[in-house]
Each structure stands twice: as C-alpha cells, then as structure tokens.
C-alpha cells in the first residue's frame, strides 16, 4: 500500500453537511478514501451529497464513531491539526513535515489526520491523544482556513510526498501499538514512586508524552525504556512514595 492508501482523514464534531460533503470531494481529488466522522452533523443531509459531487462514494462509505480514541484505535500514528499554540500545543510541524515523518514509519502502519470543529477546533484532551501536531501558516491578517480547505492541502502534501514501497527508510518508528502501553506503564510508574500528582497525573503526562514524541522512539528504543521502567518498579518494590502517592 502506497503512503497516501494508509492516510485516515477523521473529522470531529463537524456542523457543517455541506463541509462533509466538500472533505469528500477533495480527499478524492488527492486520492485519500477512508474518511472517519466523529459525532457529526447530519451526515445524510442534502447538502452534503450536493457539495460532494463525484465523491458520493466516500460519503456513504464514511465510518461513524462516538470518540476520537475509537476513531483512532487502529492508527499507529495519528496528527491534531490546530491553528493555536499554547501550553499544550507546541512543537507544531508542517503538513511537508508530518509527510517526511510518517515515511519512516512501517508500512502497513496508517496515520489519521484529525480535524477539529469549524468554530473551535480540537480540545485540549483531543489534542493530547494524537502523536503529532500540525499546522498550515497563513498571513497573520487572517489565519482561519474552511475545513475543506484545509484537508485539501494536508491531502496534496500527501500526494506530493507518496513513496514506493522501495524506498522506505530502514529506521521504523514504533507505533501507537507499542508507544501507548510505553506511556502507560510510565504512568503507572511515576505515580508510585510519587513523580506525579494523582489528584491531575494528566497534567505531566501530557508534557511527557510531548517529549517523547519529539524524539521518535523505534521499537528497540521503546523496549530498552520499558525494561528502565520495570527496573525502577522492582528496585522500588517496598517504596511507599511521599505523602499522598499512589501505590
């Protein structure tokens, strides 16, 4: 499967059935076909199949799902595009960058591209479950891009930047499969031997994750910090933590 056949394009709480109906048609365009739909609008409502024209296909292939983690369950890697930045939302790449990214990745893992409401975009909690964060720069005037239109560019990145399957890199980043036990396991960790707050564990976590995003484990980088993390859990076995840990 080339690059662009293993791309999810999930929308969240869209309101728009015309805007569903646009996402369609221009995922079609650049050859994309499993679109993902989170909580939406009427899905079947006239104005989307209208403004979808050719790619009526899609639509009524659409996939619904009641939560962003279900619609990404089986995406090793997964993108929240958002136009703010802020506490949690930094080391935001480019859509040619996210492209250069996931080429290193296995080649039957599969990326979902995850957009957010036409008003307010992806939550802080939405955010935070997606491995990669991404942006379109526009002039400073005025940045808010149509939801279709910014699937579009995201898709003809994509396009652009598909590889035979002959020049995938040797180096394979470790996917959601192995990195989502990596954090929990951490987690678990940190919060006995009193590292975290287990009133907010979330609050550091979502830093942590950020960190180790950034850094592009492979699977072999994975395994050598899980095994770090099982050596803390057996050298602390009798350690009570400070005051208000969870054991």
């Not at 080391?91 to 040619?96: F, K």
């Not at 307010?120 to 955010?127: H, P, R």
């Not at 960790?189 to 592009?216: C, V, W």
Request: proline letters at 4%; one cysteine or more.
């Amino acid at each position: 499967m080339d690059l662009k056949g293993r791309i999810s394009v999930v929308l969240v709480g869209t309101q728009s059935p015309g805007n569903i109906g646009m996402v369609c048609r221009a995922m079609k365009n650049m050859g994309l076909a499993d679109l993902r739909l989170v909580n939406p609008c009427r899905v079947d409502h006239p104005d989307a199949a209208m403004f979808a024209v050719s790619a009526r296909d899609l639509l009524e292939k659409a996939t619904l799902f009641r939560s962003l983690e279900d619609a990404i369950a089986d995406c090793e890697f997964s993108v929240a595009t958002t136009r703010r930045h802020g506490k949690y939302r930094n080391e935001i790449c480019t859509p040619g960058e996210i492209v250069e990214r996931f080429a290193q990745s296995a080649v039957n893992s599969r990326l979902a591209l995850v957009f957010g409401r036409e008003d307010s975009g992806l939550t802080t909690d939405e955010v935070a479950l997606c491995r990669w964060q991404a942006t379109i720069e526009t002039a400073d005037e005025y940045g808010s891009l149509n939801l279709s239109q910014a699937v579009l560019i995201f898709c003809y990145e994509f396009l652009k930047g598909a590889l035979p399957a002959a020049e995938k890199p040797a180096r394979e980043l470790a996917g959601s499969a192995s990195i989502e036990p990596f954090f929990a396991q951490m987690e678990r960790t940190f919060l006995k031997i009193g590292y975290l707050n287990p009133q907010n564990p979330d609050h550091m976590m979502r830093s942590l994750r950020r960190i180790f995003s950034r850094a592009e484990l492979d699977e072999r980088e994975v395994s050598a910090l899980r095994g770090l993390l099982s050596q803390i859990d057996w050298a602390t076995a009798e350690f009570k933590g400070k005051k208000g840990a969870c054991s």
